[in-house]
């Protein structure tokens, strides 16, 4: 076996196959060698359900069909928690977290934990992308509301081209925190060469000495959260309960169309920039893989999960997709699987018309979790190759009964099941699921999605 050098992996990584890194990083996640189980059986469920998920990304048939379960915010419904209290008091939100697992974790093969924006630290920043439960919404509210905005002007294309940093320090993140306004004061960091007076001079403005010291609250409060998290929270994989190390990334045109343009920049620049639109996206794209593959997280990591937003069908034309949309995309995905990274791709609303085009991938290196897309055709056209998620529509998870959810899954897993490759879950993740339609999918999957061997 080889040693594992200073980064975390193995002295002989950079002359193994892409086959080879991916069977390391599964293995590391089939046998945890930092984990400490709590009991013998733990270690026996974790190893089953780890195995069972595995089985599905390589797309052969497990014990059963594994499933993801859209919990949501019910843990804190049932415990009469808003999100905003989840949010801004991070021990009650643990407390829910913890009665909901010892009641229904077993039953339900998911740990549920207390995933909540920090509401403080936000609001200390004076973040601007989300309106937040008492920051810009009612204090009721279920969850955040993404705030649609102009946040690079057409004519900064050049800026971010040019030096995708120094336009995210200067003026991006300016407008997207409100504390962070006074870095439109700093220099490019490409400035500061030998006696750099007049360069460090904006550290003696009061503006960036408060920016500074927010910054400074923030982290403060994240420690605080943190601590309190580590102290009273029970993490799932020495309880039995997988988790797969991931992060979250975005495809390189949403990053342009979501967070910087906005929906009607980026489509009145389709048409009117599409030059600048181009080299925008493959600078993304550069940018998102250099921040994937270079964070500290990268020798752990398992999958990385993309929401993908403005590719969907009827968004964009087909021609628009296969040389605007894809490319890009295409190019980050590559990059990770090089690396035996798998990427989860969250294929928000319908992609029936692109599904020939995202099916030039190896076997087993891509996870399609389908929204709203036909499932017996993505099984059709991709269940040979790849591993495919969903759609239990949310609708039916909020509104159904147990009955009509339960036929619904059993329809899915007749659809999907065979041959294995198949993760039974919800379509997107509602903030409001009911508690007999969780109950009502796992069921379905007991049932139906037993594979006699």
Known sequence: MAKINQNGLPDNWTEMSREQKREYRLNQYLNPTNVKFVSPEA???????????????????????????????????????????????VEKAIQACKAFNEKYAEG??????????????????????????????????????????????????????MDPSNFWLRTYLPRVYGAFQSFRNLVPLTDMLEIPMGEIMPLATPEVQDTLQRMLDAGKELQRRNEITARLMDFGPGL???????????????????????TRGVVTDMFRHRDK??????????????????????????AVMFPLHKGADGWMSEEQYENLYWPSLKKVMDALIAEGIIPVMFAEGGYETRLDTIKDFPKGSVVWW?????????????????????????????????????DYCRKLIEDCGPGGGYILGAGCIPDDPKLESILAIMAAAKEFGVYKK
């Open 43 to 89: 270690e026996e469920a974790y190893k089953v359900r780890a195995q069972r998920m595995v089985d599905a990304y390589n797309v052969e048939e497990p014990d059963r069909v594994p499933v993801h379960l859209p919990i949501g915010n019910l843990p804190f419904n049932l415990a009469g928690l808003r999100m905003y209290d989840a949010m801004n008091d």
């Open 277 to 302: 639109l181009e080299k925008a996206v493959d600078v993304m794209a550069d940018v998102t893989i250099d921040s994937l593959l270079r964070a500290p997280s990268f020798p752990g990591l398992n």
């Open 370 to 406: 389908f929204d709203q897309t036909n499932m017996a055709k993505a099984k059709k056209v991709l269940g040979d190759k790849f591993c495919i998620q969903g759609n239990v529509p949310s609708s039916l998870i909020c509104t159904g009964t147990p009955d009509k959810v339960k």
């Open 108 to 161: 339900l093969d998911t740990l549920a934990y207390p995933f909540a924006l920090p509401g403080k630290v936000l609001e200390i920043l004076d973040y601007k992308l989300y309106a937040l439960p008492g920051h810009g919404l009612s204090q009721d509210a279920p969850g955040h509301q993404f705030v649609e905005g102009e946040y690079m002007k057409v004519d900064e294309y050049d800026d971010l081209i």
């Open 240 to 262: 039995g309960f997988p988790a797969m190390a991931t992060r979250y990334a975005f495809a390189p045109f949403d990053a342009i169309g979501d967070t910087l343009r906005g």
